[in-house]
């Protein structure tokens, strides 16, 4: 029987080699004739090839390139037309391409599956680079791995189509027998039913449903278990290869164009997918699909269809080691190379093969007449086997009869004992009861206790991560899951510094991995990448025996105290600073009033002598220059206001350019735009004037060669609640005044300091003049801000609360002549040079002078001197007692006196009390004579007045 086989074998096989010929000569007739075609047409044709393209499932975004392709023209530019066959249960693209019901066709990696199975197919391109098939299960369940599969329902395909998920399990150690497997196709019911545990699934289709249903799932993936495989491939068959191989190359072409396209353009393809191809999907589940479609075949890193052959040749040895296929596989020509030629097929090459399938015959008859030879041997020792058998169970028979025997006479013995024994068990039951009774009110009692903890450490706003000696996470509070946007569950065995800062690598100065470390406790401010800052302090957890079994780590976000403790310290420094600038330009004052003074009356002595004045001249000249360093030492510490009156915005910028013409080169443009109708300012003219000459300076400074300076105003309305840089505002009307350039711009760390006091760079060269600037204008009730940056240019705005008309120019008279008479004025000053000058000064305008160097003196002169005393110029400061407290004693003893309040000071704090509790006038020190004089002339009466 076995000889006659093998003779219908070797029948089988001629039949084989007969129809091999005749077949690949018809083919190689065919390729000639295209070739010959090809060959005749000299230009573009009009002939279309139809073939069909069979999908793996219905139409969706999955197949978006073909529809691209289609819409697009690039099929139809190639010289092909394409119908799509729709796929699902049932319609296997690999059976439809192998069959001839389609030329080409879109699967998984079963692909590979198939051909090592000896299926002539032809793998074109990887649109996935990684499969999107899981095994997907709700988040209740447990279910974390594949180990937690063993016992479960579990629905799956055990055909090629799941060969991933075959594979990962088969790598596992886990067979189909330990689960509650149901095999076949997942239908959409079977993933909201939850009568399975675990499902297979794409996951850029099928998690979509259980998410807009609001199930929390978790996923197995293949890859995390060693099974990277491709995922959707397009492929063809050997013979379409052979027959076509120019209409193979033009529709891989055309199909990657396409794909391209589809992923540049996912909204115009989902309207084509949903108005041409009436999708069963909705918009949303389609663009749900798209966006983790693009995770898979990552368009940005990868050219879209790359193929890597190693990588196939890696899944094929993958099928091989889990026993899915038979070793000695040969991959050649399964990947296609569209940088290769397809030759005719040779007669050569068909001779060769032709012979190889006539030795493969014989070869295989001498096997099976071996075979049927050593079967005979097999048989007559399986006979010689079975009798041994038979003779070794006729001895088990007879003894398991004397077994028996015995059993029956201890089953009366074994009675006696079981009643004995049962009260002894009813006891012990008993007691067993009892221990389980009080076990589980202990347990109650715990599962309270740790609920109420939880509730508690879930309450508190610090950020509470409980980490294993492992450094993973195996507790977190609500806190920590709030900031991450995740479950505590999604958390668990991550690290922490992948939860903090997403980075696989620990960070630096990791308080937790200090613990570690020294096992001591550990504390460390962390400043994270979006700026906030963290108080992170991590703790020692030890069991009983004193091992270190985690870190427990706290972390609480101290961003506004932080911030609040800077700007604290930085309104002291100010402070700090703004005093110490306010005693110096105090006491630089007093002395340059020695000189600025005595200058005058030199002057006054000398007339118009030519010679004195070109001395005179520049010593007058640098004491203005000094006078005006004071100023602005004077403006930064107290912002000092006076000689306040309601300016002109417009007016102010047209004669202040004036002051800064000596700083601007001639290829600097500056550009004025006022608004018509810019409201009034209410400030002092001259430290406005300082204030825009400092700012134009710089921006001057700021610019390299030809430039362009625009200084620009108009009004605004501040609501309160907008730039951050203008909190230092109330909310109403102001007017804003900037001045923008197109310089070099700043950095942050150099716009931070502009406002410290002596802070320069090389372009903002004036030291005091931001700080003082900034001092003015908080002190008119104002703010400043600044904007820059490096190359962008610098633009600084002023916001000055705005008024209501124009009041006429006040101006103080430039040179009154001096009055004449006798009235007496009383000088109480403790310097003794400002004395000597004031004293002389006020001698040479005509008047009688009195003088005190303290307030006990000049309360001693007010109550003794026995005429009239009709002004007194009044320091603020003086050794034992302050103006303040002197001025009610001078009133009192002198009703009629009038009182000029004279400091070095800006007209502000204590000179603004004594002039709102009604002193008649504010000399600033270094005043000049002309000043004074005009001063007096108005406040004094003429000698004809005081005389009798």
């Not at 005749?40 to 139809?50: F, L, Y």
């Not at 051909?115 to 988040?139: E, K």
């Not at 490096?790 to 120019?809: H, K, N, Q, S, Y």
């Not at 050794?879 to 009133?891: A, K, Q, T, V």
């Given at each position: 029987?076995?000889?006659?086989?093998?003779?219908?074998?070797?029948?089988?096989?001629?039949?084989?080699?007969?129809?091999?010929?005749?077949?690949?000569?018809?083919?190689?007739?065919?390729?000639?004739?295209?070739?010959?075609?090809?060959?005749?047409?000299?230009?573009?044709?009009?002939?279309?090839?139809?073939?069909?393209?069979?999908?793996r499932w219905f139409h969706q975004f999955q197949f978006a390139g073909y529809y691209a392709a289609i819409e697009k023209g690039f099929y139809r530019e190639a010289g092909i037309h394409v119908t799509l066959a729709e796929g699902g249960e049932g319609r296997e693209p690999v059976d439809a391409v192998l069959n001839g019901r389609a030329e080409y066709g879109v699967t998984n990696s079963e692909i590979l599956f198939h051909?090592?199975?000896?299926?002539?197919?032809?793998?074109?391109?990887?649109?996935?680079?990684?499969?999107?098939?899981?095994?997907?299960?709700?988040?209740d369940s447990g279910i974390r791995t594949p180990?937690?599969?063993?016992?479960?329902?579990?629905?799956?395909?055990?055909?090629?189509?799941?060969?991933?998920?075959?594979?990962?399990?088969?790598?596992?150690?886990?067979?189909?027998?330990?689960?509650?497997?149901?095999?076949?196709?997942?239908?959409?019911?079977?993933?909201?039913?939850?009568?399975?545990?675990?499902?297979?699934?794409?996951?850029?289709?099928?998690?979509?449903?259980?998410?807009?249903?609001?199930?929390?799932?978790?996923?197995?993936?293949?890859?995390?278990?060693?099974?990277?495989?491709?995922?959707?491939?397009?492929?063809?068959?050997?013979?379409?290869?052979?027959?076509?191989?120019?209409?193979?190359?033009?529709?891989?072409?055309?199909?990657?164009?396409?794909?391209?396209?589809?992923?540049?353009?996912?909204?115009?393809?989902?309207?084509?997918?949903?108005?041409?191809?009436?999708?069963?999907?909705?918009?949303?589940?389609?663009?749900y699909e798209m966006e983790k479609m693009r995770e898979l075949i990552l368009p940005a890193l990868i050219q879209i269809g790359h193929i890597n052959p190693a990588r196939w040749e890696q899944m094929a040895r993958t099928l091989v080691r889990l026993g899915k296929v038979a070793p000695g596989y040969d991959l050649g020509g399964f990947v296609y190379d569209p940088y290769g030629q397809s030759d005719p097929f040779p007669w050569e090459k068909l001779l060769t093969a032709v012979t190889a399938v006539a030795l493969g015959a014989g070869i295989v008859a001498i096997i099976l007449l071996m075979f049927n030879k050593k079967l005979s041997n097999l048989v007559r020792a399986r006979t010689a086997e079975l009798s041994a058998i038979n003779k070794t169970l006729r001895r088990e028979v007879a003894d398991r009869e004397l077994a028996e025997e015995e059993v029956r006479k201890l089953y009366g013995n074994l009675e006696i004992r079981i009643e004995e024994n049962t009260q002894e068990l009813r006891e012990a039951n008993q007691r067993l009861q009892q221990e389980v009774r009080e076990r589980e009110e202990t347990g109650a009692a715990l599962r309270k206790s740790e609920t109420e903890k939880k509730a508690i450490l879930d309450g508190i706003q610090t950020q509470l991560v409980f980490m294993g000696a492992n450094r993973k996470i195996l507790w977190v509070n609500k806190a920590v899951a709030a900031f991450s946007g995740r479950s505590p569950e999604e958390l668990i065995g991550i690290r922490c510094h992948e939860l903090w800062n997403a980075s696989e690598k620990s960070c630096r100065d990791c308080p937790t991995s200090e613990v570690f470390h020294t096992g001591r406790g550990h504390q460390r401010i962390v400043h994270?990448?979006?700026?906030?800052?963290?108080?992170?302090?991590?703790?020692?957890?030890?069991?009983?025996?004193?091992?270190?079994?985690?870190?427990?780590?706290?972390?609480?976000?101290?961003?506004?105290?932080?911030?609040?403790?800077?700007?604290?310290?930085?309104?002291?420094?100010?402070?700090?600073?703004?005093?110490?600038?306010?005693?110096?330009?105090?006491?630089?004052?007093?002395?340059?009033?020695?000189?600025?003074?005595?200058?005058?009356?030199?002057?006054?002595r000398l007339g118009d002598a030519g010679d004195a004045e070109t001395c005179f001249g520049p010593i007058q000249e640098s004491a203005r220059r000094m006078k005006y360093l004071t100023d602005r030492l004077l403006a930064y510490a107290r912002g000092g206001k006076y000689q306040v009156r309601r300016i002109d915005p417009a007016a102010l910028i047209r004669e202040t350019l004036p002051?800064?013409?000596?700083?601007?080169?001639?290829?600097?443009?500056?550009?004025?735009?006022?608004?018509?109708?810019?409201?009034?300012?209410?400030?002092?003219?001259?430290?406005?004037?300082?204030?825009?000459?400092?700012?134009?300076?710089?921006?001057?400074?700021?610019?390299?060669?030809?430039?362009h300076i625009r200084i620009t105003g108009r009004n605004y309305m501040h609501p309160g609640q907008c730039e951050a840089n203008l909190a230092e505002c109330m909310s109403g009307h102001y007017v804003c005044l900037s001045v923008e350039d197109d310089g070099r711009g700043m950095d942050k760390n150099t716009k931070d300091r502009i406002f410290d006091p002596f802070f320069t760079t090389n372009f903002l060269g004036r030291g005091l003049g931001m700080a003082a600037a900034y001092g003015i204008i908080r002190n008119h009730g104002g703010c400043?801000?600044?904007?820059?940056?490096?190359?962008?240019?610098?633009?600084?705005?002023?916001?000055?609360?705005?008024?209501?008309?124009?009041?006429?120019?006040?101006?103080?008279?430039?040179?009154?002549?001096?009055?004449?008479g006798e009235p007496n004025v009383l000088i109480i000053e403790d310097d003794e040079m400002v004395m000597d000058v004031t004293h002389a000064?006020?001698?040479?305008?005509?008047?009688?002078?009195?003088?005190?160097?303290?307030?006990?003196?000049?309360?001693?002169?007010?109550?003794?001197?026995?005429?009239?005393?009709?002004?007194?110029?009044?320091?603020?400061?003086?050794?034992?007692?302050?103006?303040?407290?002197?001025?009610?004693?001078?009133?009192?003893?002198?009703?009629?006196?009038?009182?000029?309040?004279?400091?070095?000071?800006?007209p502000d704090g204590a000179v603004r009390e004594l002039l709102d509790a009604g002193a008649d006038g504010f000399l600033q020190k270094p005043f000049r004579l002309d000043a004074l004089s005009a001063l007096l002339h108005r406040l004094l009466p003429t000698a004809a007045e005081t005389s009798p």
């Open positions: 029987m076995i000889k006659k086989g093998a003779q219908h074998i070797f029948r089988a096989v001629s039949v084989a080699i007969v129809s091999a010929l005749l077949t690949a000569g018809s083919g190689v007739a065919e390729e000639r004739q295209i070739a010959a075609a090809g060959e005749n047409n000299t230009g573009i044709s009009d002939h279309v090839e139809t073939v069909t393209l069979q999908l051909r090592l199975r000896g299926a002539p197919l032809v793998v074109l391109a990887a649109v996935f680079q990684h499969s999107p098939l899981v095994l997907m299960a709700r988040r180990h937690d599969l063993i016992g479960r329902k579990v629905r799956m395909s055990l055909e090629s189509r799941d060969v991933e998920l075959q594979a990962m399990l088969q790598s596992e150690n886990i067979s189909p027998d330990q689960m509650r497997l149901t095999d076949g196709w997942v239908k959409p019911e079977d993933y909201l039913s939850g009568v399975f545990d675990a499902i297979s699934a794409y996951i850029t289709n099928e998690p979509y449903l259980m998410i807009r249903q609001g199930i929390p799932i978790s996923f197995i993936h293949p890859a995390g278990y060693g099974i990277d495989f491709y995922g959707d491939s397009l492929f063809t068959s050997e013979e379409e290869l052979q027959k076509h191989p120019g209409r193979v190359k033009a529709f891989r072409a055309a199909s990657l164009r396409g794909w391209k396209y589809a992923m540049n353009h996912p909204d115009e393809l989902i309207d084509i997918i949903l108005e041409k191809y009436h999708s069963k999907k909705s918009r949303d589940h389609l663009r994270a990448k979006d700026g906030k800052i963290w108080d992170r302090r991590a703790e020692p957890v030890f069991d009983d025996q004193g091992k270190l079994i985690g870190v427990l780590e706290a972390s609480d976000d101290v961003t506004e105290k932080v911030q609040a403790r800077e700007q604290l310290q930085h309104t002291r420094k100010m402070e700090a600073i703004s005093d110490l600038a306010a005693g110096i330009a105090h006491e630089f004052n007093n002395a340059l009033f020695g000189i600025t003074g005595n200058i005058e009356l030199f002057r006054t002051l800064t013409r000596h700083n601007l080169t001639p290829e600097i443009r500056v550009d004025v735009a006022l608004a018509e109708d810019i409201s009034a300012i209410e400030a002092d003219y001259t430290q406005m004037q300082m204030v825009f000459s400092e700012i134009i300076s710089n921006a001057a400074e700021a610019v390299d060669g030809k430039g400043l801000a600044v904007d820059s940056e490096p190359g962008e240019g610098t633009a600084v705005r002023i916001f000055l609360p705005a008024v209501d008309g124009i009041e006429e120019d006040m101006r103080i008279p430039g040179n009154p002549a001096f009055s004449e000064m006020i001698r040479r305008l005509g008047y009688q002078v009195l003088k005190a160097g303290s307030g006990a003196e000049a309360l001693d002169i007010v109550r003794r001197f026995s005429g009239s005393i009709h002004m007194a110029i009044l320091d603020i400061c003086l050794p034992d007692m302050s103006g303040n407290e002197i001025y009610p004693f001078l009133i009192e003893a002198r009703p009629e006196i009038r009182v000029i309040v004279c400091s070095g000071h800006p």
